[in-house]
């Protein structure tokens, strides 16, 4: 049985579709999920100790962050200050080494903590003040 030139047609504009979204699919964004994904996977159950040294990097980023004067710098200062921020956490072995990224379209440092688990500061506040 011949197959219609239409039939031929229509495969052949749905393969090329079909190609074409699946290779557009494949972008940054899903490595840095898939990246982010396996960061998850903490390397046991977490002890207070790991809770400890996990609220020791929250409790100075957010003191950082919360600043007013940093939230009145530009972005290229903020970035600059978080920075140097996660830097002495994993000179104090709280951070990974190796670990601390800074996504320029979400304005968002993300990092593993030293248990695995994933962490991140946000530079944009999303909150106004009153």
């Not at 219609?4 to 052949?12: E, V």
């Not at 990246?35 to 996990?54: H, I, W």
């Not at 996660?86 to 968002?108: A, D, S, W």
Request: proline share 2%; aromatic share 8%.
């Amino acid at each position: 049985m011949h197959k219609s030139p239409i039939r031929r047609t229509l495969k052949s504009v749905f393969s090329a579709a079909t190609a074409f979204a699946s290779h557009a699919r494949r972008s940054q964004v899903g490595m840095e999920q898939a990246r982010y994904r396996r960061g998850q996977v903490a390397k046991g159950p977490l002890t207070s100790t790991d809770f400890g040294r996990m609220k020791e990097v929250n409790d100075a980023g957010n003191a950082l962050i919360s600043d007013d004067a940093f939230q009145s710098a530009p972005i290229e200062e903020r970035q600059r200050r978080v920075k140097k921020l996660l830097e002495r956490m994993v000179e104090r072995g709280l951070v990974q080494k190796g670990t601390v990224r800074y996504n320029r379209m979400q304005q968002i440092f993300t990092f593993h903590y030293s248990c695995g688990v994933a962490g991140g500061f946000i530079l944009n506040s999303q909150v106004k003040k009153n």
